[in-house]
């Protein structure tokens, strides 16, 4: 069993950056494709971007490219999005996941049921 837990979520204004932070801890295995979901009120959990097991491929969602970066560290167990240039529309719920394949693939990387593991999330509230 992997768990995972978010962190670096909070409030800031349109234009700012975040960083968020995914701890993996368990049964955790460094060639797992990971991948950050997202979760607005009302809305259903999107995926926003997502890193092969090896780190070397990305994916992520139209609504952020440009802005948002994914990375990895394997060497501690981690996971981590940067965003900037936020908008009120990225507020939502974050949410870490990981599914046990090293490639996350271009037609089901968002997907959210292709993702065993979840995080609790962290919350980003952009005004």
């Known amino acids: 069993h992997v768990q995972l837990v978010e962190s670096g979520g909070g409030s800031v204004q349109a234009g700012g950056s975040l960083r968020l932070s995914c701890a993996a801890s368990?049964?955790?295995?460094?060639?797992?494709?990971m991948g950050w979901f997202r979760q607005a009120p009302g809305k259903e959990r999107e995926g926003v971007a997502a890193?092969?097991?090896?780190?070397?491929?990305?994916y992520y969602a139209d609504f952020v490219k440009g802005r948002f970066t994914i990375s990895r560290d394997n060497a501690k167990n981690a996971l981590y999005l940067q965003m900037n240039s936020l908008k009120p529309e990225d507020t939502a719920m974050y949410y870490c996941?990981?599914?046990?394949?090293?490639?996350?693939?271009?037609?089901?990387?968002?997907?959210?049921?292709?993702?065993?593991?979840w995080g609790q999330g962290t919350q980003v509230t952009v005004s």
């Open positions: 996941a990981a599914r046990a394949l090293y490639h996350c693939y271009s037609a089901s990387w968002n997907g959210r049921g292709n993702y065993a593991y």
């Open positions: 890193v092969s097991g090896g780190g070397g491929t990305t």
């Open positions: 368990g049964d955790t295995d460094s060639s797992y494709c």
